[in-house]
Structures are given as C-alpha cells and as structure tokens.
C-alpha cells in the first residue's frame, strides 16, 4: 500500500479529527501517503482533496468537529455517483479508503466499493452509538457528556420553580444517548424508542409517573429526558399535551446540535485513535470492506453494513431499571 484516502461523512462528531490524525501519524509511520477528501464524499466525487502530511494534523485531537468538513451526499444514492467517486479513486492511484462515518456513510462506501478493487474500511464516527461492531461510537462519550452538562443546568432551574421539563436528545432512531445521559442526569423519566412508540391521546405510561411524583405536591423538579422522534411534533408538542392532560405547566428544551460540537472527552480521543491506528495497520493486512471497532476494549473488524441491518442492543439492564424505578 503506498497511497490511501480519508474521509469523515454525515453527522460530524467530537474525535473525527483524533481519528484523522492518528490515520495520518500511523500511514507517515508505514511510509504510506495519505489524501483527505473534504466535505464527505462529495470532496470524492468533486476531486477536493489535499495531501495530509503529520505536520496537517497537529495539535488538533482536542478539536470538535472535522478539519475535512463532513456533509450527507445525495449524488452518491445515484450509480452515477459511484462511479465518479470510484473514478477519484482510480486516477489518484489510491489503493484503499477509509470512511470515518455512521452507517448511512458505510451505505454509501458499499455503493462505491461496486466500482473501485481497492480496499474499503469504515470507522464508526457518529455521535448516536448506533452501530453494531463497536461497543462506542467516536463522539457518543462527548455527546453524553454535553447533554449531561445541559440536563444538570436545567435541573437547577426546575428546581426552583418546581417545574416538569421535557429535554429533547439526539440520536437518531435509537435511544443510546437519552438512556445514557437520562440515567446519569438522575432523570425522573426516559422516553427512547426502545420503550416503544408513544401515541398522541394515549400518554398514560407518561402521565402516571407524573402523578404518582412529588412534583405535584409542589416540592420538586421532574426531568423527562427524551430521544428525538418519538412523538409526533417532539417534545415541544409532548409538553403542550401532558400541560392539557395534568394542568400542570411543563417546559421543554431542545438541546440540538450543541450535543455535536465541542471538544471530545478523553475516552472518544482514546478510541479515535486507537481505531485509526487499527484500521491502516488492518489495511496492511489486506482487509476489506470492513468496519474497525472495539468490543470489550479490543479492537477487531466488523462486516461494513448499511443502515437498516443494525441489531446493536440498548444496555437491556439500564432499560429494565429505569422502567422499573420510573413506575414507582
Ligand atoms: O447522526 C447524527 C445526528 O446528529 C443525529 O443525532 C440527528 O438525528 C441528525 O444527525 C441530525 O442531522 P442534521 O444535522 O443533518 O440535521
């Protein structure tokens, strides 16, 4: 392998620039160059790219966000598409890729993998965790931790107003940062989809809770944290009609796109590099079309799959408890 290329595609995360360096150092260490695509694969099929030398990636693994720029690319669910990011490939005599990404990124390494023998990896970067083959995603430990930090501030507030607040969290369709970040913040309730779906006039399992808490006694706050998507019109329209529902005033906030930002926590700069080491000393070994993760801290290679194949599990454990506690 003498020439390999790099990008970072859909949401960015907290470690996708940890990740980028560590490909960097570890390719210089092999005498291998290396060609970073900016904004996604639209850098691919566009040809904007620039050689990233050890010097390029210095001093910035506390960074958030990607120096390649990250962006969804809807030319490359086109054959079209494909091909002309198999054709980049080709004239610049690239011998592998490696995709730092969630799996809407690893569909489209697949796409391109039709058109181009060179090799493929994928590295698991988004800040939603919902990827099998990786215990954590680069940037969910970050995001936790932002959402921790915002549920505590509002914890305060509520409390001195004695208030319901609904916090709305990221995550796609998966529940893995509102579980987390609702069982750190001491969350009084967790709405993810793992639960189930929630229906418009049938808040009951939302309500009771409420009720049965102190907050109706007027002597504290109640914190729902909840997983965007699941309720129609979000937490926003939930906190209207609970309000309907009990009479109670109920706030909501969400948190948004701060949860994607900022600088990553140790443990997503740890991982970040530790995979980006894995995956160019994994291509030396002839690996393909797979994703570099780590499961019980060892790292190792998972098939690359596309969106829609997932069966990475929520901690049943966590899930069992909070149900448990929140019915009480
Ligand atoms: O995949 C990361 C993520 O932040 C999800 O949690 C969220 O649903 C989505 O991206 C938001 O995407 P956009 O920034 O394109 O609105």
């Known amino acids: 392998i003498r020439r390999i290329g790099v990008l970072t595609s859909g949401g960015d995360a907290p470690g996708m620039n940890a990740c980028i360096r560590s490909v960097v150092l570890t390719a210089a260490a092999h005498q291998i160059e290396v060609i970073g695509f900016s904004h996604g694969y639209n850098g691919l099929i566009e040809g904007d790219y620039t050689k990233l030398l050890p010097y390029h990636v210095q001093h910035i693994i506390q960074l958030g966000g990607t120096i390649l720029k990250s962006a969804r690319c809807p030319a490359l669910q086109t054959e079209e598409g494909a091909k002309a990011a198999a054709a980049t490939l080709r004239q610049l005599q690239l011998d592998a890729l490696l995709v730092i990404g969630g799996d809407g990124s690893f569909k489209g390494a697949l796409a391109i993998a039709q058109h181009y023998k060179g090799q493929i990896l994928g590295l698991p970067g988004t800040i939603d965790n919902d990827v099998d083959g990786t215990d954590a995603t680069i940037g969910y430990a970050t995001a936790i931790d932002t959402a921790l930090d915002a549920i505590d501030k509002i914890r305060d507030t509520a409390d001195a107003f004695e ?150 599990r929520i901690d049943p454990y966590l899930l069992r408890w909070q149900q448990q506690v929140a019915n009480d």
């Open 163 to 312: 208030r319901i607040f609904l916090v709305e969290l990221m995550g796609r369709h998966s529940g893995f940062i509102a579980l987390s970040a609702g069982i750190a913040s001491g969350a009084e309730q967790i709405i993810c989809p793992e639960f189930g779906t929630l229906e418009p006039g049938q808040l009951d399992t939302v309500i009771r809770p409420i009720q049965n808490a102190q907050v109706l006694k007027g002597k504290s706050s109640y914190i729902i944290v909840m997983a965007e998507h699941c309720y129609p019109g979000g937490s926003t329209t939930l906190a209207a009609d609970i309000t309907d529902a009990i009479g109670i005033e109920c706030r909501a906030c969400v948190l948004g796109h701060i949860q994607r930002g900022g600088s990553p926590v140790g443990a997503d700069r740890i991982l970040a590099t530790k995979l980006g080491a894995y995956a160019v000393e994994q291509l030396l070994g002839g690996a393909h079309l797979m994703m570099a993760g780590e499961v019980n801290h060892q790292a190792g290679l998972y098939p690359l799959q596309a969106s829609g194949e997932r069966k990475k």
